[in-house]
């Protein structure tokens, strides 16, 4: 499998008067290059995992390619609470960067992270906005979420909680998850749009030049994922992008290159004290509770996608990729931004073919390069990345085959799961819902039994969540 490290390589001059090897300079570089390469993909397992340098670099890219809006989104729905935009695009590249590499290096596994989407919009829209707390405490809150996440995660909590989870539940969040991004794709795309009155969505424009090419690039990424092209998803998001600009659907940056801005006016500007306040209990355990339910919806959905459970329907060495997003929601406040975790978009460089950390890694030197590049990196247009989310949208509903549909126990949490999910636009509302209604279904069949302790402190809290979430 590996290559002999005795053979001495083509660069080496053969003194004859000794009858010795002596390798020349270049050589001893492509066989010092060999034995990292190696070492990486042991540390890896690559022969573990059945894949190859290719597939984790492309994979990696095209993750980093599906979320890189990211880099655009977070500051501006931050904004509202009053976080200085410009300094909050530094934060969220560096979380994003710093997590995706502690995921790849501590936990090896192929999930990026980043700030979440739904929990800054929970900061921003009601802690601050409807609450009128200020940010400074709003992100307090965050820490005090994260360094609770990581004291459980570190005690076992976590994973006993995570293991308590049914079988059939955690292929519903794979499933849930595949809707979810098919409806974020659908919605960047401009396929379905918001609508004024009548139903809440209905059909975009399909006139828009915009909204054409994004139903092409589903249809090209379709096809060449059909004729198995490598890397046949970013392919089809650069084909898009490569026709956009011509047309004028999308702007050509002014400036490719741009000096990050700097951090302090929010560098550490959290307010620890204010946010132990007991009015703030509820805030805390509502980002406890939706960060957590969040994690376990998109670790178990990506691994379910990516075939990394084991024979018990469990992840082996949860805790380390449970560690690694508590460590970086605390980093994240710390830094200025909001909770931090592992991104669905992940699903998008698995369906790639990326399986190691390796692509968790290649995430985060892209963000760190984009740290520098980002107006070329949001150019790529909406409508182009969105038909790659549908596309990885269609390959996770693989994953509600293996739900029961012959045990209403187990199909009604299963259905609550993927439609709160879907409809209410939030993983971990989903998650909830399912967590109470598992353990009522089978109370009502008078099956109690066959439901886990660990549930039913899950169903619990989910409960509570219900009750105290602010509105």
Known sequence: MHAELSLVPQAASIQSASSASVISPAGFAWRRKDVVKQLLERYFAFSTHETTWSRELVGGATTFVTMAYIIVVNPAILAEAGIPREASVTATVLVAALGSLAMGIYARRPFAVAPLMG??????????????EPWPVALGAVFWSG????????????????????ASLKQAMAAGIGLFLT????????????????????????????????????????????????????????????????????AWPESVVAWPASLDPILGQLNFAASLSPRLWPVVLTIFVMVFVDTLATLYGLSVRARLLDARGQLPQMERPMLVDALTTALA???????????????????AGGRTGLVACVVALLF?????????????????????????????????????????????????????MVFTFHLGVGMTAGFVSYPLMKLAAGRAREVPAGLWLLAALSAIFFVVAPQ
């Open 368 to 420: 760190l390069i984009s740290l520098f590049f980002w107006p070329l990196v949001t150019a790529i247009p909406s409508h182009a990345y969105g038909p790659a989310l549908i596309f990885v949208g269609l390959l996770m509903l693989e994953a509600i085959r293996d739900v029961r549909f012959d045990d209403w126990t187990e199909l009604v949490p299963s259905f609550v799961t993927i439609a709160f």
């Open 333 to 351: 406040a710390l830094l200025g931004t909001t909770t931090a975790g592992a991104y669905v978009e992940s699903a998008a460089g698995i369906a």
């Open 119 to 132: 929990e800054n919009a929970f900061v921003a829209m009601t802690v601050v906005a409807l609450l009128g």
């Open 147 to 166: 360094v609770t996440f990581a004291v459980l995660t570190l005690l076992g909590a976590r994973r006993y909680l995570a293991e308590a989870i049914p």
């Open 183 to 250: 409806f974020i794709g659908l919605h960047s795309a401009g396929l379905v749009v918001a609508s004024t009155s009548g139903p809440p969505v209905r059909l975009g424009n399909i006139h828009d030049p915009r909204v054409v090419l994004a139903a092409t690039g589903f249809l090209l990424i379709c096809v060449l994922m059909l004729h198995r092209v490598p890397g046949g998803i970013i392919v089809g998001i650069l084909c898009i992008t490569a026709v956009s600009v011509p047309l004028g659907l999308t």
